[in-house]
């Protein structure tokens, strides 16, 4: 499997999907290459019990609401599901599983995209990787000589591998209040957090955090200091999970300790602690690898961007990985923006009177 496009989209997960229905109707060629065996993105990897912190009606890409309405908070399998549909909807043009190794400059005005199925040639490409496959462990101090379990929540399933045993929990955010909360039930847990976490107020859940986002980054666009209460998308939400656990009196966080040892971690009074394992809950990276040998990524890890598109590889775009890509741009509602403007500017940059010229297989 090989061709060319006019755009190669590099992710079948939610921002490569919303990219594609906008470029549907630019009528340009494009195709999706996912990693993936089947539809769903990184949520295929969540845990099991993972619910968003935002209602159905605020979990939707562009042109089509998710079931639910304002009261249902979904499950990890509905989303799986709802973009496994989605795609299906809109006959979105994905190959999977297909890998992606690089990205690739030729002599002519198009980027190579090297594939294990063969090489995709395109006027423009999207990058969609998102972080799933980037995942982020700090570096202690005899970390390869503990002898217990560890893994990154990104592999985290379920509690009950856990039962019974000292469970170290390393991560103030909503990933390790949830991970901890049900942890916590079967197991003896400490979570450990670089500073004291912060708790947003019961009432507040992912639709007040994404039009918080949205105005702080205007705000800032225009030059002036955001005028709004604290709080962001990597404060905690108390869901059902976490509020269980408050009444429980698990939500206590310590501050980090020093250094591993082969059975256990050695805190900065000195005091030694036996665990078993270490769950860590800190976060992931955007996944480039395959955009490395162009040479525009960045010392902390991103590349530099005029809106998505890169600033020193002007046939390359980036949707969907955070703040960098825009406002909320990691979450199903957020990313409808990025991708929509993204295909537009795409189409211009093309000129829609050559649409169509590159097949799509």
């Known amino acids: 499997m090989a ?13 490569g999907l919303a990219v594609g229905y906008h470029l ?90 090297v594939t294990d199925h063969g090489d995709w040639f395109a006027r423009m490409v999207v990058s969609a990787t998102g972080t799933w496959r980037h995942p982020y462990i700090p570096d202690y101090p005899g970390r390869t000589a503990f002898r217990g379990l560890q893994i990154h929540s990104g592999a985290y399933d379920a ?54 986002a949205t105005a702080r980054v205007k705000a800032l666009q225009e030059g002036r200091e955001p005028d709004m209460p604290t709080g962001g998308l990597g ?12 009444y429980r009196g698990v939500l206590h966080a310590v501050r980090p300790f020093t250094r591993f040892t082969e059975t256990g971690v050695v805190w900065r009074d000195g005091t030694e602690s036996m665990i078993d394992a270490v769950i860590w809950c800190t976060g992931f990276r955007p996944a480039l690898d395959h955009v490395a040998s162009l040479g525009i990524v960045g010392p902390e890890g991103t590349v530099a961007l005029d809106g998505t598109r890169a600033l020193h590889e002007p ?34 940059a093309l000129n829609t009177a050559t649409v169509g010229s590159a097949p799509a297989s």
Do not use: C, K
Not at 323 to 339: D, K
């Open 3 to 15: 061709g060319q496009a006019d755009v190669v989209i590099i992710g079948g997960g939610q921002a």
């Open 24 to 113: 549907r109707r630019t009528g340009l060629s494009f195709v999706i290459l996912d990693a993936e065996d089947a539809p769903g993105g990184a949520w295929r990897h969540a845990w099991r019990s993972l619910r968003l912190f935002s209602p159905a009606a605020w979990s939707s890409l562009p042109g089509w609401l998710l079931d639910g309405g304002e009261t249902s908070y979904p499950s990890r399998d509905a989303i799986v599901e709802y973009l496994t549909r989605y795609e299906a909807r809109y006959d979105l043009p994905v190959r999977r599983p297909v890998r992606v190794r690089s990205v690739e400059r030729t002599r002519d005005d198009r980027l190579r995209v």
């Open 159 to 212: 509690p009950e591998r856990f039962a019974g045993q000292r469970v170290l929990i390393v991560g103030g955010g909503n990933s390790g209040a949830q991970i901890l909360a049900e942890v916590s039930a079967v197991a003896e847990t400490t979570w450990v957090t670089e500073r004291p976490p912060v708790f947003l107020p019961d009432d507040v859940d992912g639709r007040v955090l994404f039009h918080r």
């Open 235 to 246: 404060d905690i939400v108390m869901v059902p999970p976490v509020l269980e656990a408050r």
């Open 315 to 348: 046939r390359l775009w980036f949707v969907g990985y955070g703040g960098w890509t825009g406002p909320a741009s990691a979450t199903l509602i957020g990313v409808g923006r990025s991708a929509r403007d993204t295909a537009r500017r795409i189409a211009e």
